[in-house]
């Protein structure tokens, strides 16, 4: 057995009583190597004291911690290192994350955390429950993935065909689009970016008396250019 | 009379012992660690050019008339012209209102009640009566506290002990630090700065952990220590260092255990083998003392 490998239990049962979510929950407690766990919380710094406090210990076992501070303090990276890698990192959020292809308002943060939902996890010592985005909030978040690099990461699409499949999507019973439009809007426009131009409405009509009168002459010219080129490209195949 | 009794939340105070009042020192040190509701967090001594100017810096701020003051400061002018100012944590204000008419002011309790004892006990005395010549001073609010570090030479004023790194619980006089590593290193590769000189006039001499005076207090002589504190405290020295805080600390650290939990030894990168302590002098040389070999230590960048 590998044993440079991070329990995570040890790290979640002690902070039953703290106010956090994990973003993206994929196999916990399990983890792959280099992968990291997204977690919004109020208190940044004191998240963060109580991973050193429940992580110092692997330090003895051959880890190295290191703790880097983002954006004004308000994301901080807490990796584990073993042999120069990374072998897990916690990504701390005080705020929500900058995006570039989608805005959302400030307060979805709130939103998150407030709205959490807890999910019961067995360990070996005993079972704890974690907190993780509701319903909705994890339809939002995929969303908000999808919309910010799937033209990055095809396989994001795969959010957007989880979102379709949840049972009630489709007839409203989840209020997934209604607080999506609430909090979510389309993304300012580069001020190097042209003005779109806006067709305007013609001052005449398209079609006035004399082009009307010319029409079965120019009809029948258009058409027979129509013809003479289809049969010519048809010919080339026979 | 005290009216309208309400809390307040945790604030920054000070003492000022007066030139004449410095004999009593030690003992004014251990009335205020007695008191739990007072944490000292520095301690300067202070050389003012002249005398008058530090008596009208600290009293700029005063609620009482000019007059009041004149009078009361008079005595001052024929004091020694060093004084030490005590900054303290007041987790306890009780801020109330004292005085009346146009003494009426907004003062800490907490404050007043020790200043008071002190006053009784180390006040010249007269005809076996306590003299209103008093050898101690101390802040009505933070605002006057803000006023004197700025006074002092500390641009930030009280901000100075509010901004500080939450995740290590760093001292006040270390920043905010955006990189931190948790290692595990030999306690023979830790280097710490000493002072040579004395309170006024001193360099910083980076030596190894085990040639402080620290470690040597413990491991040949703790008049090693206390000589060394006693030079230096308030100088180069401004946290409220003590030798009975540091035989009680030998006797009782657990270091990362439960009363020391996040208070890491902090370091920055001497060299590349070598790491230069800047918090933790005191708990490395008790783990060195104790033949511990590898420490956890939290080394700072930037």
């Keep these: ?238 | 009379m005290i009216n309208n009794y309400f809390l307040e939340r945790m604030r920054y105070d000070y003492f000022l012992i007066w030139g004449h009042g410095l004999e009593y020192r030690d003992a004014i040190f251990d009335l205020i660690r007695e008191d739990n509701r007072l944490s000292i967090i520095m301690i300067l001594y202070h050389r003012p050019h002249s005398i008058t100017d530090l008596v009208d810096a600290i009293y700029s701020y005063d609620y009482a008339p000019y007059e009041h003051l004149l009078d009361k400061t008079n005595y001052l002018l024929n004091t020694p012209s060093e004084v030490i100012f005590i900054f303290v944590k007041n987790h306890y204000p009780q801020v109330d209102l004292f005085g009346n008419g146009s003494f009426r002011h907004v003062e800490s309790l907490t404050i007043k009640t020790l200043k008071e004892t002190i006053r009784n006990r180390y006040n010249p005395r007269y005809n076996g009566k306590r003299t209103e010549d008093h050898i101690i001073h101390a802040s009505d609010s933070e605002k006057q506290t803000h006023h004197i570090l700025k006074y002092l030479g500390y641009e930030k004023g009280i901000l100075l002990f509010k901004e500080y790194d939450r995740m290590l619980n760093t001292p006040y006089y270390m920043p905010i630090c955006n990189h931190i590593s948790l290692l595990n290193v030999r306690v023979d590769t830790l280097l710490c700065n000493t002072a040579r000189g004395d309170r006024y006039n001193y360099k910083i001499q980076t030596i190894p952990l085990k040639e402080s005076p620290q470690y040597k207090g413990l491991s040949v002589n703790i008049k090693i220590y206390e000589e060394y504190i006693n030079r230096f405290i308030g100088g180069p020295l401004t946290e409220d260092y003590s030798m009975k805080r540091f035989l009680d600390l030998a006797e009782k650290l657990d270091y990362l255990g439960l009363t020391y939990e996040d208070k890491y030894i902090i370091t920055t990168p001497a060299s590349p083998s070598a790491h230069l302590i800047i918090d933790g002098l005191h708990r490395a040389s008790v783990l060195a003392f104790k033949k511990v070999e590898n420490i956890i230590i939290a080394e700072i960048g930037n």
């Excluded at chain 1, 956090?20 to 998240?47: T, V």
């Excluded at chain 1, 880890?63 to 890698?85: A, M, P, V, Y």
């Excluded at chain 1, 065909?161 to 209020?175: A, K, N, Q, V």
Aim: net charge neutral; aromatic share 14%.
């Design chain 1, 1 to 238: 057995m590998n044993k440079f490998v991070l329990d995570l239990n040890k790290f979640f049962i002690p902070l039953k009583d703290e106010i956090y979510c994990i973003i993206k929950l994929r196999d916990f407690p399990h983890y792959s190597p280099g992968s990291d766990i997204d977690i919004f919380c109020y208190d940044i710094d004191k998240f963060a004291q109580n991973i050193l406090r429940l992580g110092k210990q692997y330090v003895y076992e051959g880890f190295e911690i290191t703790s880097h501070r983002l954006h004004n303090g308000k994301q901080i990276h807490i990796d584990f290192l073993c042999n120069g890698k990374i072998e897990f990192r916690f990504d701390l959020y005080a705020n929500l994350p900058h995006y570039n292809n989608v805005r959302i308002k400030e307060s979805y943060f709130e939103s998150v955390i407030e709205n959490r939902i807890s999910k019961e996890i067995s360990s070996e010592e005993c079972t704890y429950c974690i907190f993780i985005p509701s319903e909705v909030d994890d339809l939002i978040i995929r969303y908000v993935e999808y919309v910010e690099w799937f033209s990055q990461v095809p396989d994001k699409v795969g959010h957007v065909e989880y979102i379709m499949s949840r049972p009630g999507i489709m007839h409203g019973e989840i209020p997934f689009i209604d607080k999506l439009h609430h909090y979510i809007a389309l993304p300012e426009c580069p001020d190097n970016d042209e003005p779109v131009k806006v067709m305007k409405r013609p001052s005449k009509p398209i079609i006035n008396k004399k082009y009307f009168y010319n029409f079965p002459r120019r009809g029948y010219l258009i058409i027979r250019n129509i013809t003479r080129h289809f049969l010519k490209r048809i010919s080339s195949y026979i």
